[in-house]
T-cell receptor, first 111, second 112 residues
């Protein structure tokens, strides 16, 4: 039970922003939201994580709803190299936590 | 540069063979995980370990066992491989203080 819900697939045009949604309606107050992505033929890699406020790093931005029941990963300017499966997971960010992934969103970038 | 190394990228085994998949990390992380990945099913957790000699079942442990004799090494064992265990196997690690997970490149196992 991944406890998050994401669309199976999305498409976006190259050089345009991409908004990848994730629902986590049963999230607890101490759960962080983590995003990973998996490029073809590679293991998943960390993208970003956050708790309540919006977060930015060099790869992406994370917008978390005020009620924390959903979040959106934002790629500001998609490139062909961003084509991947994106996973949204929730985690306490501390301790010996079981990490559960789901099926993610397969993002296709159209040249 | 952090590293999670899986012993083989590709592996072909026969039905009934005992198979060992090895994962080694150089980050001194406490937690280690084994997943399998199949089309349409995403990553499914098989087993994880939060300390040496400790192991916990994940969501699909049947047909697998694990061993963690040293902190840096986590082995997945298929006691008697079957064709339905043909899959991509991924190892990951996290530390207690920061659960950013680091993954290996994966082992594509084919059981014939």
């Amino acid at each position: 039970d991944a406890k998050t819900t994401q669309p199976n697939s999305m498409e976006s045009n190259e050089e345009e922003p991409v908004h990848l949604p994730c629902n986590h309606s049963t999230i607890s107050g101490t759960d962080y939201i983590h995003w990973y992505r998996q490029l073809p033929s590679q293991g998943p890699e960390y993208v970003i994580h956050g708790l309540t406020s919006n977060v930015n790093n060099r790869m992406a931005s994370l917008a978390i709803a005020e009620d924390r029941k959903s979040s959106t990963l934002i790629l500001h300017r998609a490139t062909l190299r961003d084509a991947a499966v994106y996973y949204c997971i929730r985690d306490t960010n501390f301790g010996n936590e079981k990490l559960t992934f789901g099926t993610g969103t397969r993002l296709t970038i159209i040249p | 540069d952090v590293k999670v190394t899986q012993s083989s990228r590709y592996l072909v085994k026969r039905t009934g063979e005992k198979v060992f998949l090895e994962c080694v990390q150089d980050m001194d992380h406490e937690n280690m995980f084994w997943y399998r990945q199949d089309p349409g099913l995403g990553l499914r957790l098989i087993y994880f370990s939060y300390d040496v000699k400790m192991k916990e079942k994940g969501d699909i442990p049947e047909g697998y066992s694990v061993s963690r004799e040293k902190k840096e090494r986590f082995s997945l064992i298929l006691e008697s491989a079957s064709t339905n265990q043909t899959s991509m196997y991924l190892c990951a690690t996290t530390s207690y203080m920061n659960t950013e997970a680091f993954f290996g490149q994966g082992t594509r196992l084919t059981v014939v």
